[in-house]
């Protein structure tokens, strides 16, 4: 009962918590959201002249710095690839989060996204990463990514309806989850950017040391 409840009180009020950072931090989630709209649609990853790694990292590098946040100095000390790095860094600054209605600027993490290591298995963590640009009020996402053979691309997420690609509003059809599972990679009944996302950074938090 006591894990039930501790579980309940941070479901009620962490959400306030990141409220609490997005306004503390609204400029910089301005610029990181700038930057991603500038970007959208395009093959290399160059923010204020300087040119980063055309991955999903390397974006995430660049989107960062428009906002005076250099995270790529900042996961040098840790071990692994880009986005486990990044991942080691919200964690150790206590950024990591889980909810269905993120904020823009928040750092989105994926599992499972390819079969990295060739075994054929959903035993892939932290896998791929985006960035939060909008939620509307019915906790529709848009986020931007590195897409391996498209470029820089902004598509669609809810965690409300995370198993739902897409449905019927008003006669048209509206995309719900993208799908994230890379085509060359072993079936999957979960495909959808919802059902693989793992959880939530505020980035944008970070202390500037």
């Given at each position: 009962?006591?894990?039930?409840?501790?579980?309940?009180?941070?479901?009620?009020?962490?959400?306030?918590?990141?409220?609490?950072?997005?306004?503390?931090?609204?400029?910089?989630?301005?610029?990181?959201?700038?930057?991603?709209?500038?970007?959208?649609?395009?093959?290399?990853?160059?923010?204020?002249?300087?040119?980063?790694?055309?991955?999903c990292s390397g974006l995430i590098y660049g989107l960062y710095s428009a906002a005076g946040i250099d995270l790529q100095s900042a996961v040098a000390r840790?071990?692994?690839?880009?986005?486990?790095?990044?991942?080691?860094?919200?964690?150790?600054?206590?950024?990591?989060?889980?909810?269905?209605?993120?904020?823009p600027g928040d750092l989105i993490f994926w599992d499972n996204t390819y079969d990295k290591n060739g075994d054929g298995r959903e035993n892939d963590y932290?896998?791929?990463?985006?960035?939060?640009?909008?939620?509307?009020?019915?906790?529709?996402?848009?986020?931007?990514?590195?897409?391996?053979?498209?470029?820089?691309?902004?598509?669609?997420?809810?965690?409300?309806?995370?198993?739902?690609?897409?449905?019927?509003?008003?006669?048209?059809?509206?995309?719900?989850?993208?799908?994230?599972?890379?085509?060359?990679?072993?079936?999957?009944?979960?495909?959808?950017?919802?059902?693989?996302?793992?959880?939530?950074?505020?980035?944008?938090?970070?202390?500037?040391?």
């Amino acid at each position: 009962m006591k894990r039930i409840a501790a579980f309940l009180v941070l479901v009620i009020l962490f959400p306030s918590c990141v409220t609490a950072q997005e306004a503390m931090n609204r400029d910089k989630i301005d610029l990181i959201v700038e930057a991603a709209y500038a970007l959208n649609g395009k093959s290399e990853v160059v923010v204020g002249g300087q040119k980063f790694n055309s991955d999903c990292s390397g974006l995430i590098y660049g989107l960062y710095s428009a906002a005076g946040i250099d995270l790529q100095s900042a996961v040098a000390r840790y071990k692994g690839d880009g986005v486990k790095r990044i991942y080691q860094l919200m964690d150790e600054n206590g950024l990591l989060y889980y909810a269905w209605v993120p904020v823009p600027g928040d750092l989105i993490f994926w599992d499972n996204t390819y079969d990295k290591n060739g075994d054929g298995r959903e035993n892939d963590y932290l896998t791929h990463i985006g960035v939060v640009v909008s939620v509307e009020d019915d906790g529709q996402i848009s986020y931007i990514h590195y897409h391996t053979g498209r470029g820089i691309m902004i598509e669609q997420m809810n965690m409300f309806q995370p198993h739902v690609y897409a449905d019927v509003v008003d006669g048209k059809t509206v995309v719900r989850n993208s799908y994230m599972r890379a085509s060359d990679a072993p079936d999957s009944r979960f495909q959808l950017a919802g059902e693989l996302c793992r959880n939530f950074a505020m980035g944008y938090a970070l202390p500037l040391r």
